[in-house]
Nanobody
Framework: QVQLVESGGGLVQPGGSLRLSCAAS????????MAWFRQAPGKEREFVAA????????LYEDSVKGRFTISRDNAKNTMYLQMNSLKPEDTAVYYCAARIDYSGIPVESGYDYWGQGTQVTVSS
């Protein structure tokens, strides 16, 4: 069993930055591929970014490429999402997810564990 806890959400103005964290426990973190998903009001949950075991391979949804950076610190059992140049359309609840596999994938059903989510609101 894996427990995931997100933090770092909040209210930010357009063009601003936030860094989300996802702390994991319960299983060897370095053997989990990780990802971020988000769900905006009235919309389905969508893929944002994924990272493999070692952090050497990342994957991004097109609308966040060049603005968001996913990373992980296996010594701290923590994954991050640095979000820059935020836009109102980035407003959503952001979820971290884990799968017992080497590579992260952009498919929600491929993940075994989920956090509770953290709210990100981009507004002036």
């Amino acid at each position: 069993q894996v427990q995931l806890v997100e933090s770092g959400g909040g209210l930010v103005q357009p063009g601003g930055s936030l860094r989300l964290s996802c702390a994991a426990s319960g299983r060897t973190f370095s053997r989990l591929a990780m990802a971020w998903f988000r769900q905006a009001p009235g919309k389905e949950r969508e893929f944002v970014a994924a990272i493999n075991w070692s952090g050497g391979r990342t994957l991004y949804e097109d609308s966040v490429k060049g603005r968001f950076t996913i990373s992980r610190d296996n010594a701290k059992n923590t994954m991050y999402l640095q979000m820059n140049s935020l836009k109102p359309e980035d407003t959503a609840v952001y979820y971290c997810a884990a799968r017992i596999d080497y590579s992260g994938i952009p498919v929600e059903s491929g993940y075994d564990y989920w956090g509770q989510g953290t709210q990100v609101t981009v507004s002036s």
